[in-house]
């Protein structure tokens, strides 16, 4: 099985700065992804960043200038530094692990971290 291990998050000022981390562990093999998708209150989820296996990265438009992905595949962990953060980036942050199966991709997800910006 395929475990993700998330840390970081809480609460921060607006225009503060926070870093999430995830940590997979298992049978990893064949990463076609890895990332960080949130959910707000009353909204569905959505993506924020995501780096592919080439070290290619898509980010959020609204996140675009402010948020940071990494990884590093050594460690199969993928980090997140969120800097000048608004209110608007409140939800629950959950990691994301996209892997390459015969039958397709499979996406296996964190449990979930908090990030309230307010002051």
């Known amino acids: 099985q395929v475990q993700l291990v998330e840390s970081g998050g809480g609460l921060v000022q607006p225009g503060g700065s926070l870093g999430l981390s995830c940590a997979a562990s298992?049978?990893?093999?064949?990463?076609?992804?890895m990332g960080w998708y949130r959910r707000a209150p009353g909204k569905e989820r959505e993506l924020v960043a995501a780096?592919?296996?080439?070290?290619?990265?898509n980010y959020a438009d609204a996140v675009k200038g402010r948020f940071t992905i990494s990884r590093d595949n050594a460690k199969n962990t993928v980090n997140l530094q969120m800097n000048s953060l608004k209110p608007d980036d409140t939800a629950v942050y959950y990691c994301?692990?996209?892997?390459?199966?015969?039958?397709?991709?499979?996406?296996?997800w964190g449990q979930g971290t908090q990030v309230t910006v307010s002051s």
């Open positions: 994301n692990l996209k892997l390459g199966r015969t039958w397709g991709n499979y996406d296996y």
């Open positions: 298992g049978r990893i093999f064949n990463i076609k992804s």
């Open positions: 780096i592919s296996s080439d070290d290619r990265t």
